[in-house]
């Protein structure tokens, strides 16, 4: 896949980094391993989420995760695109670095706050704003793909169908939903609920088809090797 510069996955990185701003990993001691934290951690309202961005998240890594640079690669990701849960921005920032028009959202003011200083700090056009993700209808707009990075396995299930009905009215036909979650073969108590195959097939069983869900890392900084999740690729019928 070329990006925006012409350039490959190395090209986006840079684009997504400028040299002269820290990663988080540089900022801040080494965190603890996941598999040493105490479990679980479950925000659940805004304000929850926001108090996180007071330092930095144990999923804010500062890049994009690499599956959703894997579907960038494989031209994927195209059209209008909608980052759920944008946090700090990076997947919002990765679609507006390949040229294309993307919005993030997230419930936590300090995140969006951090997203668009990074968009000012990297010459990127990304639009983001605090907005409730059960609300998506509300923003009078469809989307041709959408990208969760660590939303979904946050939310009940009641929350869970109100989201899913509202991702069907922003996604035009044809649209997919890309989502990286936390998987049940990941081991522990800490952090989101787990996922399964079945459940996510389930949430989606009327208007939609499930492409594929498949083993995936996603990438946190409580150690190298992540966690285990699963990267479901889901189409608007």
């Given at each position: 896949m070329i990006f925006q510069n012409g350039s490959t996955r190395e090209g986006i990185m840079l684009i997504l980094r400028?040299?002269?701003?820290?990663?988080?990993?540089?900022n801040e001691p080494p965190a603890t391993p996941a598999e040493e934290l105490p479990g679980p951690m479950r925000p659940r309202r805004p304000e929850d989420f926001d108090a996180f961005y007071a330092g930095t998240p144990p999923w804010d890594i500062?890049?994009?995760?690499?599956?959703?640079?894997?579907?960038?690669?494989?031209?994927?990701i195209r059209g209008r695109v909608l980052d759920v849960g944008c946090g700090t921005g990076e997947h919002a920032l990765m679609a507006a670095g390949m040229g294309l028009e993307a919005t993030g959202i997230d419930s936590a003011p300090?995140?969006?706050?951090?997203?668009?200083?990074?968009?000012?700090?990297?010459?990127?056009?990304?639009?983001f704003l605090v907005h409730d993700a059960l609300q998506l209808v509300s923003l009078d707009k469809q989307f041709d793909s959408v990208l969760d990075c660590g939303l979904f396995h946050v939310l009940e299930d009641d929350d869970r169908r109100s989201f899913v009905e509202n991702?069907?009215?922003?996604?035009?036909?044809?649209?997919?939903?890309?989502m990286l979650c936390f998987s049940d073969r990941?081991?522990?108590?800490?952090?989101?609920?787990?996922?399964?195959?079945?459940?996510?097939?389930?949430s989606f069983d009327k208007g939609?088809?499930?492409?594929?869900?498949?083993?995936?890392?996603?990438?946190?900084r409580m150690g190298p090797d992540g966690i285990l999740a699963w990267l479901a690729c889901i189409t608007r019928t």
């Open positions: 400028r040299p002269d701003v820290k990663s988080p990993e540089q500062g890049r994009p995760q690499s599956a959703f640079l894997s579907l960038v690669e494989a031209g994927a300090t995140a969006i706050a951090l997203a668009e200083a990074k968009a000012r700090d990297r010459g990127l056009t990304a639009h991702l069907r009215a922003v996604i035009k036909p044809g649209g997919r939903y890309f990941q081991s522990g108590s800490f952090g989101p609920r787990r996922i399964t195959r079945d459940e996510i097939r389930a939609w088809q499930v492409d594929s869900i498949e083993p995936a890392r996603l990438d946190i």
